[in-house]
């Protein structure tokens, strides 16, 4: 765990790691500390902040706790981020490892489909697979990493290509070691670190991709999103601008600590140059 303690002696990385921690600390605490649906009436409607100790940020149009909707918001945000970077970041490295260690025709063609998918930008793609198939929690994952996947393909199958020439992997080739033995054991490890890096960045848009599908009314309408908050808050902006406000400041908080968690990762992994990328 040495990258660890390099990541905590870095600004960036433990002031990253700290703000995701209390989000991930306030989701997990959410229904202790506002018991009760996010998405159910529980007061009088636009109540200000401060202005019910029962309701420290107000509610809403229809009298829906903001402070709920903002705890379970970052349970949904922080969920899918997370699950849409792992997914991501699975497909690309079995397909930069594929393509970096088989070479050929193999290569080109997998590297053909990885640019067919980087010319789309993800939020297209993502809002056009939703808008097709459907919503619910599942899909947006889904849409969301086949719109991130192909750059860590591409990291990682330029990793394993500088890899690959090393002399021990050379060695493992001839005292005779399985192909797959040689990707994964001598190979993959050492291609990890940077694109490890920039799965943090992945997380990051991942967040703000499934924002902005709530925020136009393709998330997931039973559960609480901070998109869909931001939205709720449009018609009344002038007289209620805390109903945007409120959930935007933790979307920004969140995507900067991502951000600062990737720059510290970088610099902890011996890779400066990722969190730039």
């Given amino acids: 765990m040495s990258w660890l303690r390099r990541l905590l002696r870095t600004p960036e990385g433990a002031a990253g790691l700290a703000i995701l921690f209390v989000l991930l600390l306030a989701g997990l605490l959410a229904p202790v500390i506002s018991p009760g649906d996010p998405l159910k009436i529980a007061g009088r409607a636009l109540l200000t902040p401060f202005a019910d100790p029962a309701f420290p940020f107000g509610t809403d149009r229809l009298g829906r706790d903001v402070l709920a909707g903002l705890l379970y918001g970052a349970r949904t945000s922080l969920a899918v981020g997370l699950a849409a970077a792992f997914s991501a970041m699975v497909l690309g490295l079995c397909v930069g490892l594929a393509a970096g260690f088989a070479g050929g025709l193999i290569d080109e063609a997998l590297m053909r489909v990885v640019d067919a998918f980087q010319i789309v930008p993800a939020f297209l793609l993502a809002l056009a697979f939703v808008s097709t198939i459907g919503v619910s929690t599942p899909i947006v994952v889904l849409a969301i990493a086949l719109g991130t996947w192909a750059d860590p393909a591409r990291l990682t199958r330029a990793q394993v290509l500088a890899i690959r020439e090393q002399d021990y992997v050379a060695s493992a080739r001839v005292i005779g070691k399985h192909p ?98």
């Avoid at 920004?252 to 610099?267: C, I, P, W």
């Fill in 180 to 277: 797959a033995e040689i990707a994964f054991r001598e190979i993959l490890p050492n291609a990890l670190p940077p694109v490890l890096a920039l799965s943090a960045t992945i997380v990051a848009g991942a967040i703000l991709t499934e924002a902005a599908l709530s925020f136009l009314g393709l998330g997931n309408p039973n559960i609480a999103t901070w998109g869909s908050m931001i939205a709720e808050g449009r018609s009344v902006l002038r007289s209620a601008s805390y109903l945007s406000v409120i959930p935007g400041a933790a979307l920004a908080v969140t995507v900067l600590g991502v951000h600062l968690f990737s720059e510290g990762l970088g610099k902890a992994l011996g890779d400066d140059d990722v969190g730039a990328a």
